[in-house]
T-cell receptor, first 115, second 113 residues
Framework: GAGVSQSPSNKVTEKGKDVELRCDPI?????LYWYRQSLGQGLEFLIY????????KSGLPSDRFSAERTGGSVSTLTIQRTQQEDSAVYLCASSLIAGKYNEQFFGPGTRLTVL | DQQVKQNSPSLSVQEGRISILNCDYT??????FLWYKKYPAEGPTFLIS?????DKNEDGRFTVFLNKSAKHLSLHIVPSQPGDSAVYFC????????????FGPGTSLSVIP
């Protein structure tokens, strides 16, 4: 497909389990971003990648959250020992390169529900 | 501490009229501002942006105004159409890290036919 894709679209898990969310950016886009949107809140920046490296991890809420990107393409966001407050929509975006004027294209998101 | 604020969670406007969505920010380092539009079950899509060297940017029916002294920006949609009904996010970034885009909580716009 031509756009950013994310999988799964919905994930229901039990508290304490680990989850892995996947993002496929637009082909050729070197920058990739993860955000989350909790109910009634705006988008919260989590992390971004330029290529395979993550210059800014400051938005990750705790050490239970980690992300990696391999081959400059697919990225996975892993949440270990999930808590109920992790329930949110996790959005991924990509842009041609990082920087000021580069429009970010968003995927449809993964809705995570932690019971 | 919310650096980008959208104090109106929702707004209803009659079709054909002007929609004005407001946004305030607190971080004086922000110098690039964006508006995104989001339909249900879809990711946000970029709408329009403005750099702090300008006070107005126009693209078709959409105009963004920036008042740096007041740390305020607004998005004007005229004329409003039913297809404009969506959640609108104001966002900002600073030259120290343009990739760390800070989003507001969004305003849900309903355009009534």
């Amino acid at each position: 497909g031509a756009g950013v894709s994310q999988s799964p679209s919905n994930k229901v898990t039990e508290k304490g389990k680990d989850v892995e969310l996947r993002c496929d950016p637009i082909s050729g886009h070197t920058a990739l971003y993860w955000y989350r949107q909790s109910l009634g809140q705006g988008l919260e920046f989590l992390i971004y990648f330029q290529g395979n490296s993550a210059p800014d991890k400051s938005g990750l809420p705790s050490d239970r959250f980690s992300a990696e990107r391999t081959g400059g393409s697919v990225s996975t966001l892993t949440i270990q020992r999930t808590q109920q407050e992790d329930s949110a929509v996790y959005l991924c975006a990509s842009s041609l390169i990082a920087g000021k004027y580069n429009e970010q294209f968003f995927g449809p998101g993964t809705r995570l529900t932690v019971l | 501490d919310q650096q980008v604020k959208q104090n109106s969670p929702s707004l209803s406007v009659q079709e054909g009229r002007i929609s004005i969505l407001n946004c305030d920010y607190t971080n004086s380092m922000f110098d690039y501002f964006l508006w995104y539009k989001k339909y249900p079950a879809e990711g946000p899509t970029f709408l329009i942006s403005i750099s702090s060297i300008k006070d107005k940017n126009e693209d078709g029916r959409f105009t963004v105004f920036l008042n740096k002294s007041a740390k305020h920006l607004s998005l004007h949609i005229v004329p409003s159409q039913p297809g404009d009904s969506a959640v609108y996010f104001c966002a900002a970034s600073a030259k120290t890290s343009y990739d760390k885009v800070i989003f507001g909580p969004g305003t849900s716009l309903s355009v009534i036919p």
